[in-house]
């Protein structure tokens, strides 16, 4: 038999079974009410709408204006029921059905049980807040490690550079610091190779090729220890790491308000180190912090959910799968009817007319519910911290030819375009 025949019956061997699974789910289906959406062709089902430029379409929330606040997509025979407003999302994430996560395999409900990720949440919270190293100790490593970055960006004496391994670096290590008590040179060419790995991972995780059992196989690791702490080290790395690069990329497009970030700086810090008390005295900068994760959407899609048992929700009747619901964040976070200028980046989102900070609801970058963020509040300093001890000793310029309208690259977290910066010691401005 030639090899080409083998193939052959190989091929048909494999869209038999995908047809056959298709046909299984599909009865399945019949018992359970799902929500409508768009309509999925055979064996690929909606693929061909979440891939290349229309991602982006479906990352923004589009097709919520065809079909509402709840719909169902078709990735290959998998259902999947998209959530995309704030009260529905809202009301899945607060509800005890739609748990789980298939990323962070030490909290996973269906493979170590609830109990499991119940007790896995408290030790990370614990170890990221109060009880573990404390919260003075972190914001002093944080301290620590934004002079380093600083002295970094000096070193490339106001030529372009790429900014994204070294703050990756320098994020990484205040995890790593707290999970094993010390840091890495940002120059050891090990440590900066595991960096660029998690990038790799998290792209390849945004790309909708990549099929759920691989997924698994990858991450579904027996001991609960080690899994916990390489999940701290990927959840607590890129997310933080790109959403500071983001807020560097506006700052360079955004001239003037990078000026008034550097006004309030000089007025309430002075020469003297950022700490986290001053972002309460800061309020146009927080504002720019809030507004840079809002625009950014860092997470567009949220982690897909799945429900634990049969549900009942908004009048549908879901069934328990795995990755069964993904609770949207971008269609919140660019919602018009709570952001007066969703698609523009508008730090007024967060200021009352007196240039007061005000909150908004609809700021959910770090979802809600009982499988928020764990990382919420280091997250949040290590933001304001590296943030304001660049721009206290940087101002940062786009070399000539910078487009700044450019696409986002999109994996399982949207980054800035491909950029350069030209990070400007302010002494010699
Ligand atoms: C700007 C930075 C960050 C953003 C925007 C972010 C966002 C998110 C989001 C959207 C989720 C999913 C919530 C859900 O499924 O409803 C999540 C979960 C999680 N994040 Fe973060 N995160 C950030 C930083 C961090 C950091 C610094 C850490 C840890 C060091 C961390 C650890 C985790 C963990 C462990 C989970 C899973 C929680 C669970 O399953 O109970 N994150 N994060």
Redesign the pocket.
């Known amino acids: 038999m030639f090899i080409s025949d083998l193939l052959t019956i190989l091929l048909t061997a494999l869209l038999c079974l995908i047809m056959v699974r298709n046909v299984f789910n599909q009865k399945r289906s019949i018992l359970y009410n799902y929500p409508p959406g768009p309509k999925p062709l055979p064996i690929i089902g909606n693929l061909h709408i979440l891939s290349g430029e229309t991602l982006q379409t479906y990352f923004r929330g589009e097709l919520s204006k065809k079909y509402g606040s709840i719909f169902t997509v078709h990735v290959g025979g998998e259902k999947t029921v998209v959530l995309c407003d704030y009260e529905t999302v809202k009301e899945a ?1 607060h509800a005890e059905d739609i748990l789980d ?1 298939p ?2 395999s030490s ?1 996973d409900d269906f493979l170590h049980g609830y109990e499991n ?1 119940k007790i896995m ?1 408290r030790f ?1 919270l614990s170890t ?1 807040r109060d009880y573990g190293m404390g919260r003075k100790l972190i914001e002093d490593k944080i301290k620590e490690e934004s002079d380093y970055l600083v002295e970094t960006f000096k070193s490339y004496k106001g030529k372009a550079f790429l900014n994204t391994i070294v703050i990756s670096a320098a994020v990484a290590n205040i ?1 790593v610091s ?1 999970l094993i008590g010390h840091r890495f040179d940002n120059r050891n060419p090990k440590f900066l190779r595991l960096v660029e790995l998690i990038k790799d991972i998290l792209r390849l995780l945004g790309s909708p090729s990549v099929l759920e059992k691989n997924n698994n196989e990858l991450y579904f690791h027996h001991n609960n220890f080690t899994s916990l702490i390489t ?3 990927i ?3 890129e ?2 790491s ?2 500071i690069q983001w807020a560097l990329f506006f700052m360079m497009k955004h001239p003037e308000i990078q000026t008034n970030v550097q006004k309030e700086i000089e007025k309430v810090i002075g020469s003297s180190r950022p700490q986290s008390e001053h972002r309460k005295l800061m309020p146009y900068t927080n504002a720019v912090i809030h507004e840079t ?1 809002r625009f950014a959407n ?2 567009p899609l ?2 897909p ?1 799945s429900t634990t048992r049969d549900v009942k929700f908004k009048g549908y009747v879901l069934p328990k799968v795995r990755n069964s619901s993904d ?1 949207m ?1 971008s269609p919140i976070l660019n919602d018009k009817d709570r952001f007066q200028r969703p698609d523009e980046f508008y730090p007024q989102h967060f200021l009352d007319s007196e240039g007061n900070f005000i909150r908004n609801e609809n700021f959910l ?12 509040n ?3 300093m ?2 304001f911290l590296f943030f304001t001890r660049l721009l206290q000793n940087f101002t940062l310029r786009a070399p000539p030819g910078t487009n700044f309208d450019l696409p986002s690259g999109i994996g399982f977290t949207s980054i800035p375009p491909y950029h350069k910066m030209c990070a400007m010691p302010r002494t010699q401005i």
Not at 365 to 376: A, D, L
């Open positions: 994430l996560r990323f962070v909290f990720w949440r990370a990221l995890i707290i999940n701290l080290f959840a607590g790395t997310t933080t790109t959403t994760q860092i997470f949220n982690v959910h609770p964040l970058p770090f979802s809600t519910g009982r499988r928020s963020c764990v990382g919420e280091l997250a949040k290590e933001i």
